[in-house]
């Protein structure tokens, strides 16, 4: 079983252990695709208010565990269990989509999916509804308490707006909006339902420099100002490094690392897995011991085994779901930490 290499005393992976404040977890989850492995008995263990990565090269499993954690995937083994804040433990495993975005998790998605042709209040007002609780007769007959909760819902839509940067495009249709901004606004749709625990799959991809360091600074407030723990899949590793906590890392679906990110960048594991071959001593000793992890394009659909051609129907947040491809289905090349590409004979 892989271990966690932070600092301090060693707990299985996934396991609560002492005094660990755990608000997410998984034990020996696998997934399989026909004869296919996508996931290799993983474990996971989040802590309540981190920000937790998952990295790994493409088509190492990191959205397959995603899907896995939210009910788009049944794994055929294993354990997944949502810790809340108040309330017994609730296991996700086999769960529908909707019942685990009810319970407090919510996603966003490599390929963006939003309304494109309602306006940004509305795709955002669709997913606070979520939560109303007046009933249908209420609704329909237009109670008190059914007004009460449309005005709530109404100034939640424009209070998480006004918090990832749209309020000025509040009455823009969404697919008018910059690729940036359909991203923000996607962060907002899943913000809406009220989520414990958010899970981010690769927001970074297709954004430019500018969008990226405002995503950074979003990620942060989200978890400091919001209280809500953030686990993130992302290619862009000056991302991960800078706004992550822990970072694990998934290799041909199994869990080869988890520690914090200079750590990760250090452990030989990781290091054969990004360049294809241990690194000679030389050239890990460069940069005082750090291997600088190279960005992969993204979004590039890896789900496992059949991800970038199953079709498989996927949910977000607010249950709304369709049919997910990936975008080339193939896999770019690495460089490695002096910005060469591997031989190869490295076994890129």
């Known amino acids: 079983m892989t271990t966690d290499v932070t600092k301090g005393a060693v707990a299985p992976a996934g396991g609560s252990g002492a005094g660990v404040d755990n608000v997410l977890e998984a034990s020996g989850v696998t997934l399989r695709f026909g004869g296919l492995t996508s996931l290799d008995s993983v474990d996971l263990g989040m802590r309540r208010g981190e920000v937790l990565a998952v990295i790994g090269p493409n088509g190492a499993g990191k959205t397959s565990l995603f899907n896995s954690l939210t009910g788009v995937y049944k794994p055929q083994e294993g354990r997944i269990t ?36 309602l306006t940004a209040l509305e795709n955002v007002k669709i997913a606070a509804e979520t939560r109303l609780k007046a009933g249908p007769v209420s609704i329909m007959l237009g109670l008190p308490n059914a007004r009460r909760a449309e005005r709530e819902s109404d100034e939640r839509a424009h209070r998480l707006l006004k918090f990832v940067g749209l309020e000025s495009k509040l009455n823009e249709i969404a697919g008018s909006l910059s690729y940036g901004d359909q991203r923000s606004l996607e962060i907002a749709r899943a913000l809406a339902t009220d989520p414990q625990v958010l899970l981010l799959d690769e927001p970074a991809a297709g954004t430019n420099p500018t969008e990226k360091l405002e995503l950074e600074q979003l990620i942060r407030r989200i978890n400091s100002e919001l209280g809500v723990s953030v686990l993130l899949i992302e290619h862009d590793m000056r991302l991960v490094m800078s706004v992550a906590d822990r970072v694990m890392v998934l290799n041909f679906g199994r869990k080869i690392a988890e520690g914090t990110p200079s750590e990760v960048q250090q452990h030989p594991a990781v290091i054969e897995a990004y360049l294809g071959a241990s690194a000679p ?6 940069g005082a011991g750090q291997v600088v992890i190279a960005e992969q394009p993204g979004p590039v659909d890896e789900s496992g085994a059949n991800d970038g051609d199953s079709g498989a129907n996927e949910a977000s947040s607010d249950g709304e779901s369709s049919d997910e491809a990936s975008s080339d289905g193939e896999s770019s090349d690495e460089t490695a930490p002096d910005g060469s590409a591997p031989d190869e004979e490295s076994g890129k």
């Open 281 to 286: 001593e030389e050239e890990v000793a460069a």
């Open 82 to 117: 949502f810790l809340p804040k108040d309330g017994d433990n609730k296991e996700l495993l086999g769960a529908k989509p909707h019942i685990v975005n009810r319970l407090g998790l919510a996603r966003t998605f490599q390929n963006i999916r939003l309304f494109s042709a």
